[in-house]
């Protein structure tokens, strides 16, 4: 299973998941992974990630594959939730085991950059008591750059 | 004889609700046209990406549209 690719409307466990995905990884030298949880802001109450259906996982599937054939990976999980989220609750979870660490940071990277670029999620955030849509950032699109 | 139209992200709040079945119409025009004025401007802009049944539509003067079409209307993305 060198792939685990998830979208999940669910909590879930980062620590567990990582536990898991590292038990099976016996030939990786190194393990890189990156946890996004919801921003602990002042005024944000909750926040809700929309994603469509047809688009969203077949998306992330096509990125981690992409990933997959740009370094030579013993394994990638990427794990992204939907729904409504409260201050530090997982996001995103994303871990790229390779036999060496410059692989497995860069491809950690890659995907994370293009998940909060590209991916097909919109994002809005309560604060007292109203929802409010979220605009693209322009530096997630800087950061998307660097691979191209 | 119906079209589903979806309205993601902040398109949604315009249109006062995230799905809409529509009557049938051939084009993409057609559809707009029917359509509150607000709604269908913001529907329309240069940002907004169409996907017809989960595929992505690059050239929409040339979309022929059938009964049971699912369109959705994606604003720039704001995930992760």
Redesign the interface.
């Given at each position: 299973m060198a792939r685990d690719v998830r979208l999940l409307d669910m909590p879930f466990d980062p620590q567990a998941e990582l536990t898991r995905f590292s038990a099976d990884r016996a030939l990786a030298g190194g393990i890189v992974s990156f946890l996004g949880q919801v921003r602990g802001e002042a005024c944000v109450e909750a926040l809700e990630l929309q994603h469509y259906e047809p688009l969203t996982l077949p998306g992330m599937e096509t990125l981690a594959n992409d990933a997959l054939r740009r370094w030579p990976l013993e394994g990638l999980l990427v794990i992204h939730r939907t729904g409504l989220m409260h201050p530090g609750d997982p996001i995103v979870l994303v871990a790229a085991a390779a036999r060496h660490r410059r692989d497995a940071f860069a491809a950690a990277e890659f995907a994370m950059d293009h998940l909060k670029s590209e991916s097909w999620f919109w994002k809005r955030e309560k604060s007292d008591g109203k929802w409010r849509w979220i605009e693209p950032r322009a530096v997630d699109f800087d950061d998307l750059k660097r691979w191209q | 004889m119906a079209l589903r139209l979806?309205f993601?992200?902040?398109l949604?709040?315009v249109a006062g609700s995230g799905e809409r079945d529509v009557p049938v119409a051939a084009t993409l025009a057609g559809v707009l046209a029917a359509l509150e004025p607000e709604l269908a401007e913001a529907l329309a802009a240069e940002s907004i990406k169409l996907?017809v049944?989960?595929?992505?539509v690059s050239d929409r003067a040339a979309l022929a549209l059938n009964d049971g079409d699912e369109l959705?209307f994606?604003?720039?993305?704001?995930?992760?």
């Amino acid at each position: 299973m060198a792939r685990d690719v998830r979208l999940l409307d669910m909590p879930f466990d980062p620590q567990a998941e990582l536990t898991r995905f590292s038990a099976d990884r016996a030939l990786a030298g190194g393990i890189v992974s990156f946890l996004g949880q919801v921003r602990g802001e002042a005024c944000v109450e909750a926040l809700e990630l929309q994603h469509y259906e047809p688009l969203t996982l077949p998306g992330m599937e096509t990125l981690a594959n992409d990933a997959l054939r740009r370094w030579p990976l013993e394994g990638l999980l990427v794990i992204h939730r939907t729904g409504l989220m409260h201050p530090g609750d997982p996001i995103v979870l994303v871990a790229a085991a390779a036999r060496h660490r410059r692989d497995a940071f860069a491809a950690a990277e890659f995907a994370m950059d293009h998940l909060k670029s590209e991916s097909w999620f919109w994002k809005r955030e309560k604060s007292d008591g109203k929802w409010r849509w979220i605009e693209p950032r322009a530096v997630d699109f800087d950061d998307l750059k660097r691979w191209q | 004889m119906a079209l589903r139209l979806v309205f993601m992200g902040r398109l949604e709040t315009v249109a006062g609700s995230g799905e809409r079945d529509v009557p049938v119409a051939a084009t993409l025009a057609g559809v707009l046209a029917a359509l509150e004025p607000e709604l269908a401007e913001a529907l329309a802009a240069e940002s907004i990406k169409l996907a017809v049944n989960g595929a992505l539509v690059s050239d929409r003067a040339a979309l022929a549209l059938n009964d049971g079409d699912e369109l959705a209307f994606l604003p720039p993305v704001s995930g992760g």
